[in-house]
């Protein structure tokens, strides 16, 4: 099944938004102004037609009022090669969403293992280059869910970084090829990717952005989707120099519950 670094032929997506997610989504603090959940919907409507445009396959997972998080796939399984890594969610009211993902996951052939006790792992604090893989140690995932990450993938370097100041390690950079890191300039940005190159086993070009929003973006089979212009000032002219395909989506009703673009898939 494996495609190769940032080519994919399936993506996992949930159908909907619940209307949980407006009031009992969790977040690291509260937005100025409330989630619109029908703004919340078409966004994600507009998001899911766009990857549909982009990947052969798309799998989606039923949306479940009793898990307000469920948009937020990526925190539930990491995917590489044909290895699907079950998550065990750093937030206990998230660990029901993994029946979903496990349940649409065994339809597939892929080799299964799952996170255990007492190791904690949300996905989006697994970055994979292309060529290692770097697994963020935050409020959400602990030394043994970094751990259980290089069990699952033993052909890959795994290399821990400390994350401080946001939720996850993808909130704060991310890759638009295996060559290139995009990665906001304030100073948990500037501390994770000084960490990361002392730790890598490779060089990294890097893309330094100044607004959180604009680093989080989706390299997909060879295109980029990132934040809009609406939401991000000038974002345009940071990818410029990618010269791929680029994509605008908005993401500001889950920005506001901490949910960056890659949250809501998980591509492989």
């Known amino acids: 099944m494996s495609t190769g670094p940032f080519k994919c032929k399936y993506a996992l997506i949930c159908e909907g938004v619940p209307d949980s997610f407006a009031s009992q989504s969790l977040r690291m603090r509260e937005p100025d102004?409330?989630?619109d959940i029908e703004l919340a919907r078409h966004q994600h409507a507009e998001y899911i037609k766009l990857v549909k445009s982009l990947v052969e396959n798309v799998i989606t997972i039923p949306c479940?009022?009793?898990y307000p998080d469920c948009v937020?796939?990526?925190d539930i399984a990491v995917i590489l090669d044909d290895t699907a890594l079950i998550c065990r969610p750093g937030a206990e009211s998230r660990r029901g969403e993994v029946d979903a993902v496990r349940q649409k996951l065994s339809e597939l052939k892929l080799r299964t293992i799952e996170v255990r006790?007492?190791?904690t792992l949300d996905g989006g604090d697994v970055l994979f280059t292309g060529k290692e893989i770097f697994v963020g140690i935050s409020d959400r995932t602990n030394m043994d869910g970094a751990k259980a990450v290089a069990q699952a993938f033993p052909d890959y370097q795994v290399s821990m970084v400390k994350i401080r100041g946001d939720?996850?390690?993808k909130s704060l950079l991310t890759?638009?090829?295996t060559e290139t890191v995009v990665v906001v300039g304030?100073?948990?940005?500037r501390a994770v990717i000084e960490n990361m190159q002392s730790n890598c086993n490779f060089v990294y070009q890097k893309i330094t952005v100044p607004e959180g929003g604009a680093c989080n973006c989706v390299h997909i089979n060879g295109s980029i989707i990132h934040r809009s212009?609406?939401?991000?000032e000038d974002v345009d002219k940071f990818f410029e120099v990618m010269n791929k395909p680029t994509y605008q989506v908005d993401n500001s009703e889950f920005t506001k519950a901490d949910g960056c673009l890659t949250c809501r898939s998980v591509l492989f």
């Open 33 to 35: 102004q409330p989630i």
């Open 167 to 169: 939720l996850h390690l």
């Open 117 to 119: 006790a007492p190791a």
């Open 229 to 232: 212009q609406s939401e991000v």
């Open 72 to 74: 937020f796939v990526e």
């Open 175 to 177: 890759m638009v090829d």
């Open 186 to 189: 304030n100073e948990a940005g």
């Open 64 to 66: 479940d009022e009793n």
